[in-house]
């Protein structure tokens, strides 16, 4: 049976027709928003996590039947190839990521905890990753990246225009690849 489920999806009025059995994963993927990952279809691994009303959700398993008028984000609203947002360009210039598989998920879930607490700690941040599997990188960068997006979010970094940070911000004392060495 089908029905009709409208949404808020990245500040944008929808209304997307769905099985009364899909998930919101389903719906999403559908409809051509891939950036949420199927990973094990059980709510275990994270890697198709979402933000629905402001908390994390693992879309794979909330019925899309629960979500008439919810307010959902994905990744996509995050930011573009060419503009990243700050916690995609933080994971990009922390090398947080080898396949990329889990990073959707893990930038939505570290997009709510910066949102709720700006300037976690390393134990807040694992905290909140607890959830969210990464079978490639060791977890470290990824703290890394997360620790480095709170800076930038909270002004204590200059980030430069392609996300990265700026010439003299001391970011990169053991090597001159703002001194010209890279660019020239
Ligand atoms: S695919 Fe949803 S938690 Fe693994
Ligand atoms: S980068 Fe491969 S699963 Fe995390």
Redesign the pocket.
């Known amino acids: 049976m089908r029905m009709e489920i409208d949404l808020t999806l990245n500040d944008d009025d929808v209304t997307f027709e769905a099985a009364r059995s899909d998930t919101l994963l389903d719906v999403l993927r559908d409809n051509g928003y891939t950036g949420a990952k199927r990973g094990c279809d059980t709510g275990d691994c994270g890697f198709c996590t979402v933000i629905v009303d402001g908390e994390p959700v693992k879309s794979c398993i909330r019925p899309i039947s629960q979500l008439d008028g919810a307010d959902v984000e994905t990744i996509e609203n995050l930011g573009t190839q060419d503009d990243l947002g700050p916690v995609q360009s933080a994971f990009v210039d922390n090398a947080a990521?080898?396949?990329?598989?889990?990073?959707p998920g893990m930038i939505m879930r570290s997009k709510v905890l910066l949102s709720e607490n700006p300037n976690p700690d390393e134990a807040e941040i694992r905290e909140a990753l607890s959830e969210n599997l990464?079978?490639?990188?060791g977890y470290e960068k990824i703290i890394d990246a997360v620790q480095d997006a709170s800076t930038r979010m909270t002004g204590e970094a200059d980030v430069a225009a392609d996300g990265g940070r700026v010439p003299g911000d001391g970011a990169c004392s053991g090597c001159d690849c703002f001194e010209g060495g890279v660019d020239e």
């Open positions: 990521l080898q396949c990329g598989f889990c990073i990464c079978r490639c990188t």
